[in-house]
């Protein structure tokens, strides 16, 4: 099953760590993606900082375009994986080896990924497969 890990983190911690540890840190995230390999799947990216956002929103009588993130939250999502485990039980037991957990304010949020025939299962009037 599929499941996409959102690395998150706090940036005014992320201020408080040293650029000598930052690079460490990014080794050993190297590392990590090197050994896991086998079941990254479909990709996924490092994100710029919440200021270079754009958040396209509801409005009236059409859709508003504003600048930087949806919310003022203090966690912000730096980057996400789709990796490719038999359960959610093998995703925690991954994301629990993320190198940045280290750091105060680091989490891994994970969330399964619905397949495209569960989806679209109701638009196709099929139901879903079991």
């Known amino acids: 099953m599929k499941y996409v890990l959102m690395f998150t983190s706090q940036p005014e911690l992320d201020r408080t760590v040293s650029p000598e540890r930052n690079e ?4 050993e995230i190297y590392r990590w993606f ?3 390999a ?5 990709g996924g990216a490092a994100l710029q900082d919440p200021p270079t956002a754009k958040t396209v929103r509801a409005g009236d009588p059409s859709p508003v375009v ?3 993130p949806f919310s003022e939250a203090k966690e ?3 980057g996400f994986s789709i990796i490719d485990v038999p359960d959610m039980d093998a995703a925690v037991a991954l994301a629990r080896t993320w190198p940045e957990l280290t750091l105060p304010g680091k989490a891994v949020e994970i ?3 619905f397949e495209d025939e ?3 299962a109701d ?5 879903p497969a079991p």
């Open 24 to 27: 460490e840190l990014l080794t």
């Open 34 to 36: 090197e050994t896991n």
């Open 38 to 42: 086998a079941v990254i799947a479909d």
């Open 66 to 68: 504003v600048d930087g």
């Open 76 to 78: 912000v999502i730096g």
């Open 111 to 113: 969330r399964p990924m």
């Open 118 to 120: 569960e989806l679209f």
């Open 123 to 127: 638009v196709a009037g099929e139901q």
